[in-house]
DNA sequence: CTGGATCCCCTATGATACTG
DNA sequence: CAGTATCATAGGGGATCCAG
């Protein structure tokens, strides 16, 4: 039985409200988010695509990576009728800001 | 017992190599390090001062955090030996980088 | 080809109690 | 005051199978 005052959610509430630098750095830390987003960048917007440069990803983490992705607002998808069906990922405005922040934090990291 | 191909360990390996944006996401993911290194920066800098201003947070919790940031090289504390002890701790030279991209995280994210 | 549904496992997070 | 030891838990990550 779940308490009905889960104390994990609570604290997330918290930490959100008490620092905006929280929510970002929950969009990104998502395991495989920022290497997804640099590969669509480099122009590897598809699926198969993805998935053969991330080689130990699953379908399904893939899948749901990218589907946080997209509700976050970092990426959109256009859905191609071809046969077989073709998807295009791209990333939004916001999703290429991002690109300068990895890059600092790169440097960062290397310092 | 743990198996000895542990598909996640390997597969945080596989991501450190791809891409040393994840080393620094998972310095600063931590669910809390991101507030601690702020308020630290603002001169909360005891171990209590910090769990008053982040109430929901638990010793351990705390405790455990501010074992990280040192580990990795974000904070480091200096023990006054006083009665009762006394523990300063202070943001090194690479904590205070990122505070400049904590910066940029935020205008990210309202954006 | 692009994923959703389902189930398992591990790890970070948390609560509590105890120590110097 | 400033933690550590122990134990419990939730949720993210992962594997596999299934579907449009």
Redo the contacts with the bound molecule.
């Keep these: 039985m ?2 009905s005052n ?4 609570l ?2 509430e918290f930490l959100h409200r008490s620092c905006s630098v929280n929510e970002a750095i929950d969009l990104i830390s ?3 988010k920022a290497l997804i987003i640099i590969y669509i960048h480099e122009g590897q917007n ?3 695509l993805l998935k053969n440069i991330l080689s ?6 893939l ?5 946080d992705l997209e509700q976050n607002g970092l990426i959109s ?1 256009t859905i191609v009728p071809e046969v ?4 295009d990922y791209e990333l939004t405005a916001k999703g290429k800001s991002l690109l300068s922040i990895f890059d600092s934090l790169e440097e960062w990291i290397a310092s």
Excluded at 56 to 61: G, V
Excluded at 84 to 87: L, T, Y
Aim: glycine share 6%; hydrophobic share 25%; charged share 35%.
């Design positions: 779940k308490k889960s104390s994990n959610a604290n997330k998502g395991r495989w598809r699926f198969s130990p990803i699953s379908d399904q983490i899948g749901r990576q990218l589907k998808k077989p069906v073709r998807v």
